[in-house]
């Protein structure tokens, strides 16, 4: 992966692409955007809805240096035991040491005796900005390159299966100064992926064959990225900074910058020149001790060459005075309209996210809150948005309504008012003090994240910072200098200023001059001038505020981080327990003290139910609109609580819309939290037109709607477009997103309002209380919530039909084939959907957990195990068949899957759908070797049930679990568990014979259990195919209803 993707994680707004929280670790560029991935990551997760992610800059530069001595022989390395070297939080339980291997490659090891699983990750001091001007894109490629096969194990499959086979999956990325590589793996396999991994630095094959074929593979990543607007608008970033600087290159490479004659010699000079292990820094982090770690990494990486490579080092600012000043207007594909303002600074990350918490604040008198009232913007982000050795380019970036286009001259001034008031006010220590604060209280209490991101981050970090007591970033070593923070602020000037107006030829408003320019890459059209003088002088003229002030105190700074003691009750410390009825009168509360992760934190999740979200596509548009309004409600005063990690969201459902409240579990500010966010809830629900027009969010709210509907075609990724056409035709309702588009003409403010009252009075409340609270406080925060309500909520809702999946009729194949929904994406996509049955549920509270349906979701586990890797070794790898490529299991509705996804611009549907139906086939001969080997098959067992039994990272990943099950009505909170302990004992009483009679009878051509829909979406350019496959119903998107008048559903819970 190339760094843009890196860039844009931390820079853009990003909304879930489909309409369903997807059982898959979604590719990367769904998750945000640019950045190069060679690997697609071979995870199950749950797929974010709706994530903001703001401006945070990835790595802080120390000021302090250390020296460490490198000993003469790799069994004699510089060694430091650095628990107490390294400030970490309160709740890290981990011991760290750092060694200095005699190849001087330096390496943080972590002992976390209650892990399930290693990880590793492995920095090169080496990115994109070193790429030779002849061969852009060789970093990347380099990447790219060394994930396919090494002197040792040369097969190209032979490091990715083997963590696969282990419930692992690996990834990389290539950024501006670095290139990092990780992975994850079960624990007790940790040993044997170092040990290949290691490979990569060591003795890469290199081979021209796979460079050959790997080019593809990078075009086919630039491929899909080129009519995306985040990926063009960071090229131009790049193509209007200075041409001598680094970073004005290219990064990605495709065909035409990789494919140049020696291009196989260059690969190999540029990994001597730069893989070096004196440039490298690695994290492990596994359960054995750290003794057994520095063995295993002294004989694995003290192999790696060092040929005291020097650092890059880079002269060439992007953006001198000579390329300041200037202002770009750019095209966009999807409608809609961007500002952004870019300055370049000295690199200082801590320097950068304390002014964004100025710039970026949404509070009363932000920027964005005075710009809200004006019907001006939506959206505002600040801050780091690329951190460089060399600089720090500091960006604004500002989603525009139409009248904010017409009036973006205006909206530049309200931005340089703003800097005006803080020049004389945030050297403030006392200010920087609150925020150290705030930032040390999350740092204390941070939860544990996934190893392979923890791992990942910190080898990052290394390579920036040398002293190890800044390794984890604590706040507290951040040191307060007000010269910088004025020297910083000084930089902040229309003289300075780099202005990008970004918005497509559909939505445009007001006087636009010729877009006479053509970007190389992406083919986007652009204008680039300088900012007249007229405009220069009118933003300096600044003095009047205008509105403008600077945010207060915070109130929802926690102060009470009590632990409460374990209730006494075993059932209580195991799963939710649901509260007698009659307790709280409208709502059913299931309550859990968490006893696993002692923090003082807590989530407090609500649904509610009601037919009304869902009755047909008018009420789904409302239901959407409904939820811009309550977000844009909160934005502004709930801001400084999401500063003092105090998170909600709002999300609709097609069942309803649920509330999710996360933070400290002081009950103080907790209290205050919640009353905050739900009397918004009862306030809307009692508006009338007037006082609808007071609030000043439903025209901005209709605004965001409206463009979502009209950017969704090009917003999202086929393979995804795939997905949710899937669910339209095996959901009994359920219809295409666009549907809805269709109805806005009926939206007017009378529906919205009585909408907006019916959405509570039709709707039953389900609650969950989860983390550091005990029974009477979670009764109180429900009390609190109903109390707040009382006069919307109804204690005899309707009762809401649950949703039913359709089943494919047994030995048959249906192929729904569409055009994709944007006429200019070249991108054609298959989704091909295998159902096997119902899995494991629960109903009255008992599990029903037959022997077929358990037998089932057995063999299923162990399907994925075995087929993902060779999957994606197949036809991602040897075949080239685009980018995007997986096999998956999935659950949905409590049905039970298996899934062949793949997206490619070089191939139409057809062409992919038969080459997933050969690699399916061919795959029978692997089962049935495998069926023949009760020691292999006793092995993925194994496999399966470490997996199954892995601990939960964080409360949030429990509180998610359990919610899923309360939400489903299905309610099996020990699901993994009780699927673990029929494999370990036996239950399932399956064994090798069965995987094989499974995969014949449910997913290789002609089974008799059978149950196949293909979803086909060709990509601009392609036609269906004149001969349709044989044995295969052929539908298109009109057919669809009478599939589903026919169709059985399955039985729910």
């Known amino acids: 992966m190339a760094e843009d993707d890196q860039r844009l994680l931390k820079l853009q707004d990003t909304e879930e692409s489909s309409q369903d929280e ?61 628990s107490d070297a390294i400030v970490k939080p309160e709740t890290d339980r981990r011991s760290y040491r750092v060694v200095t291997l005699s190849n001087e490659l330096r390496a943080l090891l972590i002992s976390d005796p209650e892990t399930d699983y290693g990880a590793a990750a492995l920095t090169v001091n080496v990115g994109t900005m070193s790429d030779p001007p002849d061969v852009l894109g060789l970093a990347h490629f380099c990447e790219h390159m060394l994930f396919l096969g090494t002197k040792k194990y040369p097969g190209e499959d032979d490091y990715a299966g083997y963590l696969s086979e282990n419930g692992g999956y690996d990834n990389a990325f290539t950024a501006q100064e670095v290139t990092n590589y990780h992975f994850k793996i079960e624990w007790g396999a940790l040993s044997g992926a170092l040990d290949r991994f290691s490979q990569f630095f060591i003795s890469p094959l290199f081979t021209a064959s796979s460079a050959g074929r790997e080019m593809n593979a990078v075009a086919s990543e630039h491929g899909k990225n080129i009519n995306n607007d985040q990926w063009r608008l960071w090229q131009m970033i790049k193509t209007v900074s200075n041409p001598k600087s680094p970073f004005h290159k290219f990064s990605t490479g495709n065909i035409e910058t990789l494919n140049v004659s020696g291009i196989h010699d260059r690969l190999l000079e540029f990994h001597a020149a730069h893989y070096s292990a004196n440039q490298m820094q690695l994290v492990v982090l596994g359960r054995h001790d750290l003794h057994d770690l520095e063995n295993w990494i002294t004989k694995y990486f003290s192999l790696i060459p060092n040929t005291n490579a020097e650092a890059p080092r880079f002269s060439v600012q992007p953006f001198p005075s000579d390329y300041a000043a200037k202002r770009v207007w750019i095209e966009l594909l999807s409608d809609g309209h961007l500002l952004q303002l870019r300055w370049s600074l000295s690199p200082s990350d801590a320097i950068g996210d304390y002014l964004g918490s100025f710039l970026g604040d949404e509070g009363p008198g932000s920027i964005i809150s005075v710009l809200r009232g004006r019907k001006w913007a939506t959206k505002l982000s600040a801050g780091s948005e690329v951190s460089t050795r ?130 190389k890459w992406y083919g986007t059209k652009y204008h680039y001038e300088s900012i007249p003088n007229n405009l220069l002088k009118l933003w300096n003229d600044v003095n009047d505020p205008n509105g403008l002030s600077l945010p207060t105190r915070n109130r929802f700074i926690p102060t009470n981080f009590t632990l409460l003691p374990e209730p006494s009750s075993q059932a209580a ?46 009420h789904s548009a ?159 925060y429900v009390r609190l919530v109903e109390s707040i309500l009382k006069d919307e909520l109804r204690s005899s809702p309707p009762v809401v039909p649950p949703p039913q999946r359709l089943q494919i009729p047994a030995n048959s ?110 795959f029978m001969t692997t089962i049935e070797s495998l069926g023949r080997s009760e020691t292999e098959y006793r092995q993925l067992e194994q496999s399966a049930i470490d997996q199954l039994t892995a601990r939960r990272i964080s409360l949030q990943e429990a509180s998610d679990a359990y919610w899923d099950e309360i939400t489903s009505g299905e309610n099996l909170f020990n699901r993994s568990a009780q699927i673990a302990a029929s494999i370990r004992n036996g239950i399932d009483r399956t064994g090798p014979g069965d995987l094989v009679d499974f995969y014949r009878n449910y997913v290789a051509s002609g089974g008799q259990q059978r149950r196949r829909l293909v979803v086909e979406l060709y990509g601009a350019g392609r036609r269906f195919p004149v001969v349709d496959p044989p044995g295969s119903i052929v539908l298109t998107t009109s057919d669809v209803a009478e599939f589903k008048h026919t169709a059985k559903a399955y039985e729910h819970p």
């Open 573 to 618: 410390a195991e799963s939710p327990q649901l509260m007698p009825p009659g307790k709280t009168p409208f709502s059913s509360l299931w309550w859990k003290h968490d006893a696993e992760f002692r923090l003082p934190r807590m989530n407090l999740y609500f649904s509610f139910t009601t037919p009304l979200t869902y009755r047909d596509p008018f």
């Open 22 to 82: 997807e059982d898959y670790a979604q590719f990367k560029e769904n998750q945000s955007s640019p950045s190069c991935w060679s690997r697609t990551k071979r995870w199950t997760k749950k797929h974010p809805i709706a994530t903001k992610i703001s401006i945070v800059s990835f790595i802080i530069v120390a000021a302090v240096v250390i020296g460490i001595a490198v000993g003469e022989a790799a069994r004699k390395n510089e060694s430091k035991d650095s």
């Open 813 to 922: 194949s249906y192929i729904l084939r569409m055009k994709g929904l944007d006429p200019a994406n070249v991108n054609s996509a298959i989704r091909v959907v295998y159902q096997i049955g119902q899995a494991c549920f629960s109903a009255k509270r008992q599990p029903v957990c037959s022997s077929e349906k358990l037998r089932l979701t057995v063999l299923l586990a162990l399907l994925e195990l075995k087929i993902k890797n060779p999957c994606f070794d197949q036809l991602r790898t040897k075949e080239q068949l685009g980018y995007i490529v997986a096999c998956r299991t999935h659950r949905f509705e409590n049905v039970l899957s298996f899934q062949v996804i793949i997206q490619s611009a070089t191939y139409d549907a057809d062409y992919l759908r038969r080459r997933s139906d050969a690699f399916v086939d061919s």
């Open 622 to 780: 409302m239901a959407y609109l409904y939820e811009y309004v309550m977000k844009n409600l909160l934005y502004e005063p709930l801001y400084s609580a999401t500063l003092a990690s105090f998170t909600y969201s709002v999300d609709m459902t097609y069942t309803g819309f649920t509330v999710k409240l996360s933070g400290y579990s002081d009950e103080v500010i907790m209290s205050n939290f919640v009353r905050d966010v739900f009397t918004r809830f009862a306030n809307l629900g009692r508006l009338n037109t007037t006082s609808l027009d007071n609030l000043g969010r439903y025209d901005l709210s209709l605004d965001q709607l409206k463009l979502y509907y009209a950017n969704y075609p090009t917003s999202q990724q086929p393979y995804l477009t795939a997905y949710d056409y899937s669910n339209v035709v095996l959901e009994k309702i359920r219809w295409p997103v666009l549907e809805g588009e269709k109805t806005l003409g009926n939206i007017t403010k009378e529906a919205f309002i009585a909408f907006a009252k019916d959405i509570l009075s039709t709707a039953s409340v389900t609650c969950l209380a989860h983390g550091n609270v005990n029974k009477v406080q979670a009764l109180g």
């Open 390 to 519: 060399l600089f720090l380019l500091y960006t604004i970036s500002i989603t525009l309504t139409d009248d904010g286009l017409a009036n973006a001259d205006e909206i530049v001034r309200y931005v340089f008012r703003y800097v005006n008031l803080m020049k004389a006010n945030v050297v403030d220590k006392s200010l920087w003090d609150e925020r150290i604060l705030v930032d040390d209280i999350n740092f204390r209490y941070k939860s544990y994240s996934d190893p392979d991101r923890y791992v990942t981050s910190i080898a990052s970090t290394m390579q920036a910072v040398v002293d190890p007591a800044g390794f984890l970033l604590a706040p507290s070593l951040r040191v307060y200098d007000a010269d910088r923070l004025r020297e910083a602020l000084s930089v902040l000037t229309p003289e300075n200023l780099v202005l990008f107006i970004a918005s497509s030829s559909n939505s445009r408003t007001g006087s636009w001059p010729d877009l006479d320019q053509t970007e």
